[in-house]
């Protein structure tokens, strides 16, 4: 049987993951795209699964934007109104506020008993 996966391995995770995934580029303009319509200042906006933060440092409006992940690819420090967190998206996190919540790839790294737990918090943060 092969080596585990781990996020934690993978050298310039940016680059890589637009090499391992089809079309990826296209795919963060699309979200990034159809996410202005719903951007309402004073709310908030999640990346669940956020890795390096790439598409929340991308984003041009006034919300506060957080990103959680539970690997080392997250920035060490904060970004002008982004604030990264070291959070097991399988137990409890906060999310409150919500005009936005990405969840990009994310799910099939969460355990199957986890997933509907998960999702439920996310439409209970929602705005």
């Known amino acids: 049987m092969g080596e585990k996966f781990d996020f934690n391995t993978i050298e310039n995770f940016d680059e890589h993951i637009n090499k391992s995934i089809p079309n990826y580029d296209i795919l ?3 979200i990034k795209s159809i996410s202005e319509y719903f951007f309402i200042d004073n709310q908030n906006i999640y990346d669940l699964g956020c890795s390096t933060g790439y598409l929340l440092k991308s984003l041009n409006t006034k919300c506060d934007k957080y990103g959680y992940d539970y690997s080392n690819l997250l920035p060490k420090d904060d970004v002008e109104n982004i604030k990264f967190l070291n959070v097991d998206l399988n137990g409890e996190f906060p999310l409150s506020n919500a005009c936005i919540v990405y969840s ?5 790294f969460l355990k199957p ?8 918090k996310i439409y209970q943060g929602l705005n």
């Open 28 to 30: 963060i303009d699309s």
């Open 113 to 120: 008993t986890c997933r509907a737990s998960y999702l439920s």
């Open 104 to 108: 990009i790839f994310t799910m099939q």
